[in-house]
């Protein structure tokens, strides 16, 4: 087979493919979940709460080993990787936003973003921060900004490390609805413009039905409603 023709199989393959996923604490989430994200797609999971969502972001992004399956990144089983490895995948590809933003409290919000720089070697762009509405509170300390402003402060956090896949558990949950909805078509933006992937946990209906595929865990299982 030619460079050509192994490029051209490569680019026909999911940025991730989660396989046959089960898991459970004390009491079971779900099995045998099936999912593919391609380049440039996003994709909404909806679901009651404690019905699993939550856990299953982080084991697509291999924060969270389930008792069963795999997931593929780049054609590989990044859940057979080491923990360093594992590491690198999420430092250098991965992004997660997180319901909780775990910024640096002793911090202002400029030297958030500092932080991201240093480890990514990328530098803010002030048009993402324009976006977002958040450039003219970067000298704010991060107890001095609202929850809005923390859960758009943190998306820039994870967009300036420039990711193949984001992660994003209730991105615009602390949103009112047209700061949630320029809040997503930033993400959705980023998305097309870098062959990107998005996959996100949502309460919200209408930002769900704004992605490209909806699914919904329900009674274990995760079946495609859009």
């Known amino acids: 087979m030619t460079d050509k023709q192994n490029n051209q199989n490569n680019s026909n393959l999911p940025l991730l493919e989660v396989r046959a996923v089960s898991h459970d604490f004390d009491y079971p989430l779900f099995k045998d979940i099936n999912l593919s994200l ?33 997931v593929y990144y780049n054609n590989k089983n990044i859940l057979n990787l080491s923990k360093n490895e594992m590491l690198e995948v999420r430092r250098n590809d991965f992004g997660i936003i997180f319901q909780a933003h775990y910024l640096f409290r002793g911090f202002n919000a400029d030297e958030n973003l500092k932080i991201s720089e240093l480890l990514s070697g990328n530098i803010v762009d002030e048009n993402l921060l324009s976006s977002l509405n958040i450039n003219h509170v970067m000298k704010q300390g991060i107890g ?83």
């Open 144 to 226: 001095e900004l609202s929850g809005g402003q923390q859960q758009r402060l943190s998306c820039a956090r994870v967009l300036v490390k420039k990711p193949k896949v984001i992660f994003a558990d209730e991105p615009t949950g602390n949103l009112d609805t047209q700061t949630a909805n320029e809040m997503i078509n930033v993400l959705f933006d980023y998305v097309k413009e870098n062959d990107a992937g998005l996959i996100m946990v949502t309460h919200e209906n209408e930002i769900a039905n704004k992605c490209d595929k909806v699914y919904k865990l329900n009674e274990f299982r995760l079946e495609q409603v859009k």
């Open 38 to 70: 391609q380049k440039g797609e996003t994709i909404a999971i909806i679901g009651v709460s404690g019905s699993g969502k939550s856990t299953l972001l982080n084991i697509f992004s291999t924060l969270l080993i389930p008792n069963k399956g795999e």
